[in-house]
């Protein structure tokens, strides 16, 4: 069973709206939580990475929350732009295990004008 | 700076044959990672290499291998090609291969086997 398990699988927003995205994990101990965002034919880009200790963390309209009480973590995206159109993929790493990372298998976001 | 360049970008194999992917990290990086990725399983982490040593490794059969050279750059070897290792090879460098890295993918090799 994947130990990285994300939600809704794809999504369909219309431009200027705020969506969340969910990532549930059972990798326990983890170092940290990652998200990703990767366009259709290129390789995944770092958004943000956080540690067990942090609860939040952005990058521009990016924000991405920890609660490692019930391993969840979401990634809220303010004000889509029709370039949020991308899967975007969580990813769990465990404490000396250096990049065996645990991926989810994404959720595909589409913003339509 | 140059970003991590794959080559080739694409290629197609038969069935039984052998393939070698090349990938260049970003210039100062000494960690390479390789991951797979196809539609149905995501992205699967197959090795990480430091330092010309490979640190970690997936759950990959051992018909995947790498190597890394003393410049960091690294390539991924498969042998007796299989029609399920279609897919999208990615290869990630980052500075000393710590986990809080921020890792920098290439744009990948997509690999197709007939």
């Known amino acids: 069973k994947n130990q990285v398990e994300q939600s809704p699988q794809s999504l369909i927003i219309l431009e200027g709206k705020n969506c969340t995205l969910q990532?549930?994990?059972?990798?326990?101990?983890?170092?940290?939580l990652r998200w990703y965002k990767q366009d259709t034919g290129r390789g995944p880009v770092s958004l943000t990475i956080?540690?067990?200790?942090?609860n939040t963390k952005s990058n521009g309209r990016y924000t991405a929350t920890l609660d490692a009480d019930t391993k969840q973590s979401s990634l809220h995206i303010t004000a889509s732009q029709l370039s949020d159109s991308a899967s975007y993929i969580c990813?769990?790493?465990?404490?000396?295990?250096?990049?065996?990372?645990?991926f989810g298998k994404g959720t595909s976001l589409l913003v339509t004008p | 700076k140059a970003g991590v360049t794959q080559t080739p970008r694409y290629l197609i194999k038969t069935r039984g044959q052998q393939v070698t992917l090349s990938c260049s990290p970003i210039?100062?990086?000494?960690?390479v990672s390789w991951y797979q990725q196809t539609p149905g399983q995501g992205l699967q982490f197959l090795f990480e290499?430091?330092?010309?040593?490979?640190?970690n490794k997936g759950n990959f059969p051992g018909r995947f291998s790498g190597r890394q050279f003393s410049n960091s750059r690294s390539e991924m070897n498969v042998s007796t090609l299989e029609l399920g290792d279609s897919a999208l090879y990615l290869c990630?460098?980052?500075?000393?291969?710590?986990?809080?890295?921020?890792?920098?993918f290439g744009p990948g090799t997509r690999l197709t086997v007939l």
């Open positions: 990630a460098s980052s500075l000393s291969g710590q986990p809080a890295d921020t890792q920098y």
């Open positions: 990532c549930n994990y059972t990798v326990s101990p983890f170092s940290n």
């Open positions: 956080m540690t067990f200790s942090e």
């Open positions: 990813v769990v790493s465990a404490p000396h295990s250096g990049y065996a990372l645990n």
């Open positions: 210039s100062g990086h000494r960690s």
């Open positions: 290499y430091f330092s010309e040593t490979q640190r």
